[in-house]
């Protein structure tokens, strides 16, 4: 280590002697170098970590960014688990609570979270906290729809249980096999009137088919009407009890006679094209209590998921109607 040599004039000898530095000199020199050389170096490592980054700090950012495309993958899959559990969802509170004629659950009650935020509040504080509130919120919500469809389905199991009479009259079959039809000529709601050309509430679907096609009574149930009735043409109307009837319009014959107990899947009349109607067709209507009530609703024994969905696609066009 390099520094500085001391020299002192001596009189006596009259000459300049070297002059050596004392120990605590010495040993304040050696630790000034030592400080100075730390904090020196300090500075460049914390200049090094600040804006470059330390070993582990990268090891950290990269763990944060998988974790993060988790999350996004995850709630990507919550979505579609919502979407799902919603389908079933409007299924259980539109068709089977309507035909067992339980209390829809409806959907404020499924999407409903807990009033206790707190746990979100914490969460809010981490990183990417609206993709973590967000993930967390979806899976509570999964959580609730799941325990309510499982609690929902032990209901309806108990419907049936006590029920079965009930559910043989209760009317859940198409009136017309699916393979005799030709298309799906309009479905329930407004349609435009054939004849006077105007908006009119269409209050049952209709079957088109070819003249002689086969009918069939949609449940078990007593014939209270079975004769021509004005715009309807030959129709018959049995009441099925449970505050069920149904109606079937337009035919060209009858098999049945008032007052005569059928079965459902027994054949009571063939497609025709009599009274108010513009071809061949069945126009077929379900009421209860009264009320009249979309027959899409009561295909459930006969007719598959995907076939069910086929046919609410068809019946939902908004073209003419054929009565």
Not at 44 to 50: H, S
Not at 107 to 134: I, M, P, T
Not at 223 to 231: E, L, R, S
Not at 245 to 272: C, M, P, W
Request: proline letters at 3%; charged letters at 25%; glycine letters at 8%.
């Amino acid at each position: 280590m390099s520094h500085w040599i001391h020299f002192k004039y001596n009189p006596e000898k009259g000459r300049y002697e070297r002059k050596k530095p004392s120990r605590w000199r010495h040993f304040y020199t050696v630790v000034r170098h030592l400080l100075s050389g730390t904090i020196i170096g300090a500075i460049l490592l914390y200049a090094f970590i600040f804006y470059i980054g330390s070993p582990s700090q990268w090891r950290l950012e990269r763990e944060h960014e998988l974790l993060k495309q988790e999350y996004q993958l995850l709630n990507a899959r919550l979505d579609e688990a919502l979407d799902v559990l919603e389908d079933i969802g409007q299924r259980d509170d539109n068709m089977y609570r309507i035909v067992l004629q339980g209390d829809p659950i409806g959907s404020d009650a499924r999407n409903q979270l807990a009033r206790n935020s707190q746990r979100y509040d914490s969460l809010r504080q981490l990183s990417d906290a609206n993709l973590v509130v967000s993930v967390a919120q979806k899976m509570d919500l999964v959580e609730r729809q799941l325990y309510l469809q499982s609690k929902s389905f032990d209901e309806l199991v108990e419907l049936c249980k006590s029920q079965e009479d009930r559910i043989r009259h209760i009317p859940a079959i198409q009136p017309v096999s699916d393979k005799n039809l030709k298309y799906m000529a309009s479905g329930y709601g407004w349609r435009i009137d054939p004849v006077y050309h105007v908006r009119k509430f269409h209050e049952g679907m209709d079957f088109s088919a070819e003249k002689g096609t086969d009918v069939f009574a949609t449940g078990d149930g007593r014939v209270i009407q079975a004769g021509y009735n004005k715009g309807y043409g030959l129709s018959i109307v049995i009441d099925h009890g449970y505050g069920y009837t149904t109606r079937y319009a337009h035919l060209s014959k009858k098999f049945v006679n008032r007052g005569q107990s059928i079965k459902r899947g027994d054949k009571i009349g063939e497609v025709g094209s009599t009274g108010k109607s513009t071809g061949p067709h069945l126009h077929y209507e379900v009421h209860l209590n009264g009320a009249v009530q979309n027959p899409a609703n009561y295909y459930y024994l006969d007719l598959t998921p995907e076939q069910y969905e086929e046919m609410i696609e068809k019946s939902e066009n908004v073209g003419q109607v054929m009565d």
